[in-house]
């Protein structure tokens, strides 16, 4: 209070003191208290599950803490809703965007703070704000777009505008790079240093420990709803917090022996795709995978990957060009569809694992048979044998540790991780002859990234063809034999894993990304 | 020729008529399910508030007094759904078809407690009515070859409440998507958490749809027993509210095709009435009900050939649970 | 006993024949001081319930209105021998049960003369309910009537729908009804229940002549309502219920036609104006034809054609 | 707290709850009752002795329940899909003109161990068939399936009109309906059957449909829940996305889980035209495919709720049948309110009384946790 102020050091932005919640029987947070000083970066990390969302959804006013206080600038604040937070001058960044998909980038940047019962004179206004916010820090987005139809890169830039436009003094971000690019992150990051310079004070949950020690100030650990750990920035490295985090040491580098390349299993010639709407997505695209071999595909999201997954995994149909999966050709005129690729033992673990990978709606048992739920195995001819789905469930939770081990509980009650874990699980225990991965680790906390990142090596060392999509560039160093980069629906390059490093292929996917926009 | 030309004037003005009640329904439908919140009880409030028009109509004297009844009891029921589906996160359908029901049977319930005659309502006169209009010079511009018959027939003489029937598309466009509340209301029905988060109360906002829905099926039901007639009699909506639905969902749940859709409708029923009986060429007399269902068979048709994929609000149907 | 009657579905107070009945019972009410039981049937089930209870309560006799009852009010009839049963609108063949139909076609040829006497375009209309054999038998004789007075006359004939619906939309029976006046239509004879009501508001704001059915209408819209096509439910109710007070009580099947005075058509105060002595004189010289049989009003049921 | 994963055990969450909440139904319809001058207690005594106070009463509270079984199990069939089939409607008259041109066209050439099945086998077939138009079109064409079922009931309803007037019915016949069947083509009443095994129930329409119906909830329940097609259409109604990625094709669940609707719903034509009319008629379903729609919400979608919910509202025409009988001055229209309340209340305000049961049941649970440790 103004006791604080009195004895001349500024009061910290935010503080939190004792913060309790509760989830039915997770303790979700229990006994948080952080201080965060004006004007400062301070990164939030921990695994999966930890608490974070749950925090910052608190101080956000999404959800109401079951006890404890939340302090701004040193006066206690009673934050029971977002209007509350907002008021409060606290801007978010959500983790899982907050953006009505079907409205137009300028409309989601308005919402709630129109300026204005009509929305023409706030639109204009709104207009020009944006433009000098995309000229200040580098944030253009086509006001008219429909967010929908963006890359998540551009939603991403869209809930940092929204933010900005609202001119908050405490900005949270909630695993904002996720989906960004290098190139992006880096640009998010001088954002950041912007806003920083201004007075913003910025909180920052991430799972990157690069990150973390690239940008923040200060790092509060968390784990298991607790924080464990509160360390300057400078005073600490990538093991120590990555320890802190996980409760165990964690190897930060991967082991990998160099692959022993066999046959051709997926020949892709001259595939293109042309959408519902008559875009071009895919330009044709020629490569071979060949078994025993991890190819990744590098790229900013939105170039195609997700369509070049789609396409191989049977759920789109190639408009000009060829697949050949072993024997079978897939082409416009012999279309596949998913069921008939998972037949030809073709794998895949989906972008978007919320929406493709589960039914939400389902138990964990029901989920992890998703895309196999005619499975001989699974029951008769008819019906499925609960019992042997159960136990499916639980053998693909064991051999991947997904926690809670609670094949019973609701899909979407497990954290990103641990569906993702199951996810990969389930489509590695078929014992595919390729694998499509995309974005395995997004979202994902460090001891997860480990584990995930060994099992698709020893897949590949028992000589699978895989093929892992991933905007991280480190993954993709980290694993693949050799990399393709895609730009704009095209193959623009290839380099082999061992001489790819991250400057050259980042050069590759955005520079001509760059030359493009130029040339349009 | 001069009789297809009249005949075809009076089909016109037909339509308009047959969808006035039809275009109020489907825009109050419109504003509850963009908000998120499935409206099946637009047929109970509107037969509600024909009722309570008919009622205050006959006791007052004044239609207008009536109109303000008929639109406070279509509120209040909105208001019981809001409360059922809103705040207590009940299925929608469910409570529409609960006042669907309740409105069938207490309307009658009370009309006959109160007048006897087994529901019906006093007959009204004239002037306790709201009568068709002749606008001013139509029967002058009548002389006019062509332009003259339209204003006549098509343009004039219809009720006040049709004026605002179409009045009110352009309004509910207009506040739909150029204002504030438009805006937030929209989005709402899309995707409640991001109105949440940006710091605006979802479920007033909800709130705030229902009841100008119940004010538009207000105005319908009123339009139905003191304009188009005299009395209320028991169940009069007659299913007007489902069509009205349908009209909505054909129109995409946007007020300038659901519009269409009711003229639609509207026309299709004017059309079918006067090809009863008339021996149509190369087939001869077709069997009445099956005349009936040519327009129920034409929508069927024109939604399998013409129309694109109709996709409801991303919300709709959610109640909006804000997790404490 | 008291006397029992179970409605049609139409419900006691549909403008039309079940409310005749009601009138009937109301009227033999006032005048013995006798209660009665009523039921108004929902569903198709609720029929045989409905019979059987009434015949446990003791009631006698048991009225059934409509001819949707008949296979209900059989069984039960059988069940109950001692029982005194009454059906309108239909035969049921058993020794307690009287049946009473009525011959609507007459009633009607009677008001479809009237019709095209009055109307001055030559062209008369007509709104039925459903497009059912009852509602063509009454489209039937009120076309043959119309004809007669005016053998250039022509008749449009509308039916509102095919749901239960049909005989509650009021909405309806004003367009239909401005769709026939826009043909030039200016008397309309609906045959529709509560969708009448609709027609004769139609008429009425739009200065064109109407026609009531069943019960008399004529009060509705006076000037209006040229007449109404009355078919005496509410006599026959009465006197089913009277006779078995008074132990005259018959099995057997009583035709209410023209010559029972069963049907007719109604004139008093509200449309003594809109009926010149002419007219009167030719109804009435028609009436005395068709019960000396010199003028034959087609059935509709007996060919299911309306041939005359 | 949020109400969604429940701290309630289930005896409160599908025992007590409910009754609160019909209690609450009762509270507002007493009221009601009140007004007009009739004793709330007598006609709810009346209500509640009328349905299930005798053997005839539960014999027509389970013949109305079996239709609405029938119904419900259609819209929840639809609903696990996805899809909002407001068509039962229709579906359950074409069900019934099924089972009827096939009593009509062999009530006098096969027995009715043989014709009795194919009749219940037709009801099926054309409701299904009348469920599969639409679903086509939503699967191949983009047409909204509520708009045509919607359009489908009507078309049904013409359809019935043209043809009970102008085929099936006898000519000289005034009555809207075919000949009645002959023995061959009628579903035995209930009071029969077990006439057979020497038990002696009154007579009321409920008969063997009643069977069927709860057969269909067996098969219903262990398709939905356990078969592998079951999976699908869940999947596909909760996630249509991932359906698509599990090598589900949409097309095909549509159309199944509506042709299954329809057969269902198509069912109420067994009850209805086999069991109780034994002839065809119009208007016979009287709204038993839109009641349907509450019928399938208040049962969660669920075999089980889906029969509790049907019972209840078989309780509802029945009682509210006998309130009439009973009481003079409750009319038809009084009972329809009533059981619009019933609704309301424990439908649409299910939740209403669940954030109060939760708090006090939380506490009295914490008050013996608390009670026994400080004993122990
Ligand atoms: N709405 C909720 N209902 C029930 N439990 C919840 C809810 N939200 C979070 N939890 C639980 O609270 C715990 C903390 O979740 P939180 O989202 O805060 O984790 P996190 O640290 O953000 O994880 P991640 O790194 O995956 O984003 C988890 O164990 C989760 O199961
Ligand atoms: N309704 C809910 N009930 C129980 N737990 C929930 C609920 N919603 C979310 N959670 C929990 O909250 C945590 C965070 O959820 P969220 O969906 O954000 O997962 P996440 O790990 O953060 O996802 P991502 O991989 O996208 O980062 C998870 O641990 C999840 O178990
Ligand atoms: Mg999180
Ligand atoms: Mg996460």
């Known amino acids: 209070m103004t006791a604080a102020a009195s004895n001349g050091a500024p009061p910290p932005a935010i503080e939190l003191v004792g913060i309790n919640k509760r989830f039915g029987s997770v303790q979700a947070n229990r006994d948080v208290s952080l201080r965060v000083e004006k004007g400062t970066i301070h990164g939030i990390i921990g695994e999966n599950g930890a608490g974070k969302s749950t925090l910052m959804s608190i101080v956000y006013g999404f959800y109401e803490a079951d006890s404890g206080e939340i302090r701004i600038d040193g006066q206690k604040v009673n934050i029971r809703s977002s209007a509350a937070a907002i008021a409060a001058g606290i801007g978010m960044v959500h983790q899982h965007f907050m ?222 060009g060829s697949i050949r999966l072993r024997d079978t050709v897939i082409s416009a005129d012999s279309p596949s569809d998913p069921a008939a690729m998972r037949a030809l033992g073709l794998a895949h673990v989906p972008e978007d694992r919320h929406r493709l990978g589960i039914v939400t709606g389902f138990p964990a048992w029901e989920s992890a048979v998703l895309g196999y739920q005619r499975d001989p195995k699974l029951g008769g001819r008819f019906l499925l044998n609960r019992n042997a789905m159960t136990g499916r469930c639980e053998e693909l939770m064991q051999g991947f540790d997904v926690r809670p081990l609670q094949p019973q509980l609701g899909s979407s009650k497990f954290s990103g991780g641990n569906q993702q874990k199951l996810i990969l699980a389930r489509e590695m225990a078929c014992q595919p002859r390729v694998l499509l991965v995309g974005q395995p680790t997004r979202g994902v906390d460090i001891g997860a990234i480990e584990f995930i990142h060994r099992e698709i090596v020893a897949l590949r060392d028992r000589g699978v063809a895989i093929l892992l999509v991933s905007v991280e560039l480190d993954e993709i160093l980290a694993l693949a034999d050799r990399v393709l980069v895609m730009n704009q629906g095209r193959i623009v390059g290839e380099i082999a894993g061992k001489d790819a490093d991250e400057r050259q292929l980042g050069l590759m996917m955005t520079g001509s990304a760059e030359q493009q926009r130029a040339a349009s | 020729m001069d009789d297809t030309f009249l005949l075809a004037l009076s089909t016109l003005a037909a339509t308009i008529r047959m969808a006035t009640p039809l275009i109020f329904c489907a825009m109050a439908g419109i504003f509850s399910e963009r908000s998120g919140v499935i409206d099946i009880g637009l047929e109970g409030k509107m037969l509600a508030a024909a009722f309570a028009a008919a009622v205050v109509a006959a006791e007052t004297g004044s239609p207008f007094i009536a109109l303000g009844a008929a639109v406070v009891v279509a509120t209040l029921l909105s208001l019981v759904h809001g409360y059922a589906c809103i705040t207590h996160r009940g299925d929608q359908v469910v409570s529409g078809v609960a006042i669907n029901i309740v409105a069938a049977g207490l309307t009658v319930v009370l009309g006959h407690a109160w007048f006897g005659r087994g529901g019906n309502t006093p007959d009204l006169t004239p002037d306790q009515r709201l009568m068709p209009i002749k606008l001013p010079g139509a029967d002058t511009l009548i002389e006019i070859p062509f332009i003259g018959p339209i204003y006549y027939h098509i343009i004039s003489g219809h009720s006040l409440l049709t004026y605002v029937a179409i009045a009110i598309v352009p309004l509910v466009w207009f506040v739909l998507y150029r204002t504030r509340f438009g805006l937030r209301l929209r989005a709402a029905g899309e995707a409640p958490a991001v109105v949440d988060t940006a710091g605006i109360p979802v479920l007033r906002l909800r709130y705030m749809a229902v009841m100008i829905a119940g004010l538009l099926c207000g105005i319908a039901g009123t339009f139905l027993s003191i304009s188009m007639n005299a009395t209320f009699q028991k169940e009069m909506t007659a299913g007007r509210g489902f069509i009205a639905l349908a009209a909505m969902i054909f129109g995409k749940w946007r007020p300038w095709p659901a519009f269409f859709a009711c003229l639609l409708f509207g026309f299709l029923d004017a059309i079918a009435i006067r090809l009863q009986g008339v021996a149509l060429p190369g087939i001869g007399h077709v069997p009445v009900p099956l005349i009936q269902a040519l327009p129920y068979l034409f929508t069927v048709v024109l939604l399998a050939g013409f129309i694109g994929k109709a996709v409801a609000p991303k919300a709709l149907g959610y109640p909006y649970i804000k997790e404490r | 006993a008291e006397p029992a009657v179970v409605y049609d579905a139409g419900g006691k107070f549909d403008k039309s024949f079940n409310e005749a009945a009601f009138n009937g019972m109301e009227k033999y009410k006032a005048e013995t001081g006798d209660a009665y039981l009523e039921f108004e049937v929902q569903t198709d089930a609720q029929r045989e319930q409905a019979f059987r209870r009434m015949a446990e309560k003791g009631a006698d006799p048991i009225i059934g209105i409509g001819f949707s009852q008949a296979d209900a009010l059989t069984k039960v009839a059988k069940e109950f021998p001692d029982k005194h049963f009454a059906i309108i609108d239909m035969v049921v063949d058993l020794p307690n049960v009287q049946s009473i139909v009525f011959s609507e076609h007459e009633g009607s040829f009677l008001v479809g003369m009237l019709a095209s006497m009055a109307s001055k375009s030559g062209k008369v209309g007509f709104v039925g309910g459903m497009d059912i054999p009852l509602i063509r038998r009454f489209e039937c004789g009120y076309e043959q009537g119309a004809k007669y007075a005016n053998k250039d006359a022509a008749v449009t004939a509308n039916m509102t729908g095919t749901t239960p619906a049909a005989w509650n939309d009021p909405t309806k029976g004003t367009e239909l009804a401005k769709g026939q006046f826009d043909q030039g239509v200016d008397v309309i004879f609906a045959a529709a229940g509560g969708t009448g009501t609709g027609v004769y508001q139609a008429a009425k704001d739009s200065g064109k002549f109407a026609i009531g059915v069943d019960s008399n209408q004529n009060y509705l819209h006076p000037g209006t309502m040229l007449t109404s096509m009355v078919k005496r439910v509410d006599v026959a109710v009465y006197n089913s219920a009277k006779a078995a007070k008074d132990g005259s009580w018959k099995a057997g099947v009583t035709v209410m036609d023209l010559a029972h005075e069963g049907v007719g058509w109604a004139l008093d105060d509200n449309n003594k104006s809109l009926i010149t002595d002419d007219m009167k004189a030719k109804v009435d010289a028609a009436k005395a034809d068709i019960i000396s049989g010199k003028i034959k009003v087609h059935d509709y049921m007996a060919d299911n054609a309306c041939t005359y | 707290m949020s109400a969604r994963p429940s701290q309630l055990p289930r005896w409160i969450e599908i025992g007590l709850l409910p009754i609160i909440n019909v209690l609450m139904a009762l509270v507002v319809a007493g009221l009601i009752l009140w007004t007009i001058g009739a004793n709330p207690f007598e006609a709810i005594a009346i209500l509640v002795e009328g349905a299930f106070g005798s053997g005839y009463g539960w014999g027509y509270t389970l013949y109305y329940a079996t239709s609405f079984i029938f119904t419900g199990l259609a819209v929840s069939v639809a609903f696990h899909a996805g899809l909002f089939n407001i068509g039962g409607e229709g579906q359950a008259y074409i069900g019934g003109l099924g089972a009827g041109v096939v009593a009509l066209a062999f009530d006098n050439l096969l027995p009715a161990p043989v014709l009795v099945p194919l009749a219940i086998l037709a009801a099926a077939a054309f409701g299904a068939a009348w469920a599969i138009v639409p679903a086509y079109l939503q699967a191949y064409r983009g047409s909204h399936i509520v708009i045509t079922t919607i359009m489908f009931n009507f078309l049904a309803a013409a359809l019935m009109v043209y043809l009970l007037v102008d085929v099936f019915r006898d000519p000289g016949q005034m009555s809207t309906q075919s000949r009645t069947f002959t023995e061959n083509a009628t579903l035995p009443e209930m009071a029969t059957a077990f006439g057979w095994v020497g038990i002696k129930i009154s007579s009321t329409p409920l008969n063997l449909s009643l069977v069927w119906a709860l057969i269909c909830c067996v098969l219903v329940e262990i398709f939905i829940w356990r078969s592998r097609l079951g999976y699908e259409i869940r999947a596909t109604g909760l996630a249509p996305r991932a359906a698509i990625y599990a090598g589900i094709k949409p097309a095909r669940v549509v159309i199944i889980a509506m042709a299954i609707s329809g057969a269902l719903a198509g069912s109420v034509g067994v009850n209805e035209i086999l069991g109780v009319q034994h002839r065809l008629l119009l208007e016979f379903v009287a709204g038993a495919g839109f009641t349907g729609i509450a019928v399938a919400l208040m049962g969660r979608n669920h075999p089980f709720g889906i029969v509790l919910a049907s019972l209840l509202f078989g309780a509802l025409y029945q009682g509210g049948a006998e309130l009439a009988f009973e009481i003079p001055t409750i009319t038809r229209e009084m009972i329809i309110t009533i059981q619009g309340l019933i609704i309301l209340f424990s439908g649409a305000l299910a939740y209403m009384n669940r954030p109060w049961v939760e708090r006090l049941y939380l506490r009295l649970v914490a008050a013996k946790a608390q009670g026994a440790s400080s004993h122990g």
Not at chain 1, 261 to 269: F, G, K, P, Q, S
């Open chain 1, 99 to 320: 953006l009505v998909e079907s409205f137009t980038v300028l409309e989601n940047v308005m919402l709630g703070a129109e300026g204005g019962a009509m929305l023409k004179e706030g639109a204009s206004k709104a207009r020009t704000e944006l433009l000098r916010l995309g000229t200040e820090f580098g944030l253009t987005v086509d006001p008219d777009a429909r967010v929908g139809d963006l890359p998540v890169g551009d939603q991403q830039r869209v809930e940092i505008l929204k933010a900005l436009f609202r001119h908050c003094s405490i900005l949270i971000l909630d695993e904002p790079t996720g989906v960004l690019t290098p190139q992006e992150t880096d640009q998010l990051f001088r954002i950041l240093a912007a806003l920083k310079a201004r007075g913003v004070t910025v909180l920052l949950i991430t799972h990157k420990l690069k990150e973390v020690l690239a940008i923040t100030d200060h790092v509060t650990v968390m784990r298991g709803g607790e924080v464990v750990a509160d360390r300057r920035t400078a005073d600490t490295n990538a093991n120590e917090l990555a320890e802190l985090m996980v409760g165990r040491k964690v190897r930060l580098e991967l082991e990998k022996t160099p692959a022993a390349i066999r046959a051709v299993e997926l020949a892709v010639d001259a595939l293109s795709l042309v959408d519902e709407r008559g875009v071009t997505r895919l330009h044709d695209i020629s490569f071979n995978l060949h078994a025993g071999e991890i190819v990744g595909i590098a790229g900013v999201s939105g170039n195609g990957q997700s369509e070049l997954l789609e396409t191989l995994a049977g759920i789109r149909t190639p408009s000009r």
